[in-house]
């Protein structure tokens, strides 16, 4: 009986201990342990491509990290270098032509922008030129076909409008070329009214139909005869209320006011706009407003270009 009671108390002892080893187990929750023979965590030394945040020998600073591949729509959204410099598209040509008007008498006219350049002449006033660029505080101009340069404390600015047609523009261009040429009743023309050069031609010194015979073939090839009398029968007529830049006025003077037809003509100039001509007459070649008396000689216009 002894013996039974005892093995009863044994089978009841290891009934009670079972379950607490199953739970154990099968159990959902895994022990803790400070053991680093059971840490779960992935070791970043079996597997290069997996970095350790506490590694010391990376940067992981933002400003020298690059997360974005080469290819990603990030990096070709960076500004990319132009081949064409900066404000290389060339700006819109000005409607308007600039002049200076002398302001004092006897100026220098300079062979470049300041006064340790040679004298090239001298601007009376109220001489007028045309401005083809500024350096500092010294107007770019023409004189007696070469450049010039005028202090910009004795000028000042007006502008004339510019001729839509380029042409026009040329040949005006090649008229502010011979400002300050001497005047020269007679002078060699250019060619001979049919494009032949003739031999003992000077661009220094011109009378009033072969200053305009001289910028009409320089600036367009236009072939313009020798004398005001024969160019008055050539172009186009204008009528005095259509005249417009680059026309051509025909005039009569003291000495043919009287003649008759075509033998009255004794003057041409070359037209700018707002009352204003180019042309040569007694001195040398000029820019000026038409005066009262001019217009009382006025004839015709003719229109070359």
């Known amino acids: 009986m002894k013996k039974l009671k005892s093995f009863l108390s044994l089978c009841l002892a290891l009934g009670f201990l079972f379950p ?28 290069p491509s997996v ?9 992981s600073s933002p400003e020298s990290s690059n997360t974005t591949p080469p290819n990603s729509s990030a990096s070709s959204s960076a500004p990319t270098t132009s081949s064409t410099p900066e404000g290389s598209t060339p700006p819109a040509v000005s409607a308007n032509a600039q002049y200076i008007l002398c302001t004092g008498d006897g100026v220098n006219l300079r062979a470049g922008a300041g006064t340790e350049y040679a004298v090239l002449g001298s601007a009376a006033k109220g001489t007028m ?100 009398r024969t ?24 000495d043919r006011q009287y003649n008759m037809g075509i033998e009255r003509v004794g003057h041409v100039a070359i037209y700018l706009g707002d009352n204003y001509i180019l042309h040569t007459s007694s001195d040398y070649a000029r820019i000026e407003k038409i005066s009262a008396k001019r217009w009382k000689f006025y004839i015709e216009a003719r229109r070359f270009v």
Do not use: M
């Open 51 to 59: 970095g350790s945040s506490a590694d010391s020998s990376g940067d």
């Open 129 to 228: 030129y045309a401005v083809i660029g500024k350096t500092g505080s010294w107007y770019k101009t023409y004189y007696r076909n070469k450049i010039a340069y005028i202090y910009t404390e004795y000028a000042s600015v007006f502008t004339l409008k510019k001729a839509e047609n380029e042409n026009v523009e040329k040949v005006v261009e090649e008229g502010y070329k011979l400002l300050g040429v001497p005047y020269v009743y007679g002078a060699v023309r250019l060619h001979d009214g049919k494009g032949n050069f003739l031999k003992g031609f000077s661009a220094q010194k011109f009378d009033c139909s072969s200053l305009v015979q001289y910028a009409f073939y320089q600036g367009n090839k236009t072939l313009l005869n020798t004398t005001t």
């Open 231 to 254: 160019q008055v029968k050539q172009g186009k007529y204008v009528a005095k209320s259509d005249i417009r830049r680059g026309d051509c006025l025909f005039f009569t003077n003291e």
């Open 20 to 47: 607490s080893f199953a739970c154990a187990a099968s159990g959902s929750t895994p022990p803790t342990s400070n053991d680093p023979s059971t840490d779960t965590s992935v070791d970043s030394s079996a597997d």
